[in-house]
């Protein structure tokens, strides 16, 4: 399976500001997704993130709060903009090797 | 209804035990399954894939029902290692797409 690598792992921020995070995997992937865990709750998809396209955003998720990048087939990033402590969670992503393994997070807390 | 449902337990059981969760989904044009493991303040790891004819994977069985739109997985002889929530995902039609919708998990607890 391929090795997903998260940064940051965690970290506390101020609300308003934004984040981002980078996921990086050691072999050429053509999807990759990005999750959202929230405290005791289950994954929830926010985009799918292909190369070379837009990445495709589910319902309740939007760009102008959760931009993505997908500059090649082993790099991707999500940003979290704007953030409030509603966006206080754990932001995966994951890559379809088949099936889908995931990088090991980023604890994101919100003062 | 739910996409995906889970009971979230805690099943709580002794060494040895057998255990079963089940795990049933709404569309019944969804064609793949999973069952996936997390543990506390981890990623979640893949446990195994769900085949129509059911698999079994050392001491892991896991059964399809599509009739009855669920999927189980089956724990023989549990160990204290066992203890973890486990999470089933279902891909998220139309077609045979990646997209994945996850269960909130049924958490395991085994104790000595």
Redesign the interface.
């Known amino acids: 399976?391929a090795v997903i690598s998260q940064k940051p792992s965690r970290d506390i921020c101020q609300r308003g500001t934004s984040l981002t995070i980078q996921c990086q995997v050691d072999s050429q992937v053509t999807?990759m997704?990005w999750y959202r865990q929230q405290p005791g709750?289950?994954?929830?998809?926010i985009a799918?993130a292909n190369q070379g396209s837009e990445a495709t955003y589910e319902s309740g998720f939007v760009i102008d709060k959760f931009p993505i990048s997908r500059p090649n087939l082993t790099f991707s990033t999500l940003t979290v903009s704007n953030m409030s402590p509603e966006d206080s969670s754990i932001y995966?992503c994951s890559v379809?090797v088949?099936?889908?393994?995931?990088?090991?997070?980023t604890?994101l807390s919100i003062l | 209804r739910k996409e995906v449902e889970q009971d979230p337990g805690p099943f709580n059981v002794p060494e040895g035990a057998t255990v079963a969760f089940n795990c049933t989904y709404s569309n019944s044009a969804s064609q793949?399954f999973?069952w996936y493991r997390q543990d506390c303040?981890?990623?979640?790891?893949?446990l195994m894939?769900v085949y129509s004819s059911g698999n079994e994977d050392g001491r892991f069985t896991a059964q399809l029902n599509r009739a009855s739109q669920y999927i189980s997985l089956l724990i023989r002889d549990s160990k204290l290692s066992d203890s973890a929530t486990y999470?089933c995902?279902v891909n998220?039609p139309p077609g045979n797409t990646?997209?994945?919708?996850?269960?909130?998990?049924t958490r395991l607890q085994v104790f000595p």
């Open positions: 399976s999807m997704f709750q289950s994954l929830t998809l799918t995966l379809d088949p099936p889908q393994h995931f990088g090991d997070g604890r | 793949s999973f303040r981890k990623e979640p790891k893949l894939s999470l995902a998220k990646d997209k994945l919708i996850f269960g909130t998990g």
